[in-house]
Each structure stands twice: as structure tokens, then as C-alpha cells.
């Protein structure tokens, strides 16, 4: 079994910071890529909009609402992954998914599978 555990979410002023956590655990050959969903509150779509996401090689990919503030990291020796989250807003406020594709055991070829953490809520208020 392969799980996904996030950390590091709470409550914020407009203007703080945050750093998330996602260690992933069990069964895992192989990472693939990582990252991090959010959805707000009211919105619908399942696990929301793509916030920024890291593959394994270390390249990153930003959503533009925050670009310039938002950091992505991953410790591959760990299976870790990391969201520094600076001058937070209003509208950062959200449930933060973590997402990996893992591939859980050396099968030629790999055969990757999508996970999720349950999430974890960030707050952002005066």
C-alpha cells in the first residue's frame, strides 16, 4: 500500500508563510512526478486547480496565480515532497492535495498509478 501524508497547513495572516509536507510511504519503486492541488472552498471540481507540480528530474511548473511566491521542492532520497508558500492572500485560503504517480514495484515496463493525500487546510485571515 502506498500512502501520501500531508503536513504543515493552518492558519495564516494575509502576507505569511507556510511550508507544506507530503511524505510518501510503503510499497514505492519508483516517483514520478509530484504535486500540489488545491480547492477552495464552494468550488466543486474534485481536488481543484493545479497549484505547482515537480518531476522527477526537478523540473517545476507554477500555476500563474502563484508564481513568484510559491516554491516546490521534492527530497528524492525521502520520497518527500515540499510547498514554501510566501506572502499567502485571501485567495490562497483552500484544502491542499497532494498528488505522486508512483510506480509501487519494478515491473517491466513500470506501471504507474495516480495517489492522493486527504489533504490539508490552509487558512488565511486578519
Known amino acids: 500500500q502506498v500512502q501520501l501524508v500531508e503536513s504543515g497547513g493552518g492558519l495564516v495572516q494575509p502576507g505569511g508563510s507556510l511550508r507544506l509536507s507530503c511524505a510518501a510511504s510503503g510499497t514505492i519503486f519508483k516517483i514520478n512526478q509530484m504535486a500540489w492541488y488545491r480547492q477552495a472552498p464552494g468550488k466543486q471540481r474534485e481536488r481543484g486547480e493545479l497549484v505547482a507540480a515537480i518531476a522527477s528530474g526537478g523540473e517545476t511548473t507554477f500555476a500563474d496565480s502563484v508564481k513568484g511566491r510559491f516554491t516546490i521542492s521534492r527530497d528524492n532520497a525521502k520520497d518527500i515532497m515540499y510547498l514554501q508558500m510566501n506572502s499567502l492572500k485571501f485567495e490562497d485560503a483552500a484544502i491542499y492535495y497532494c498528488?505522486?504517480?508512483?510506480?509501487?514495484?519494478?515491473?517491466?515496463?513500470?506501471?504507474?498509478?495516480?495517489?492522493w493525500g486527504q489533504g490539508t487546510q490552509v487558512t488565511v485571515s486578519s
Open positions: 498528488f505522486a504517480l508512483i510506480a509501487p514495484t519494478e515491473q517491466t515496463p513500470l506501471q504507474f498509478k495516480n495517489y
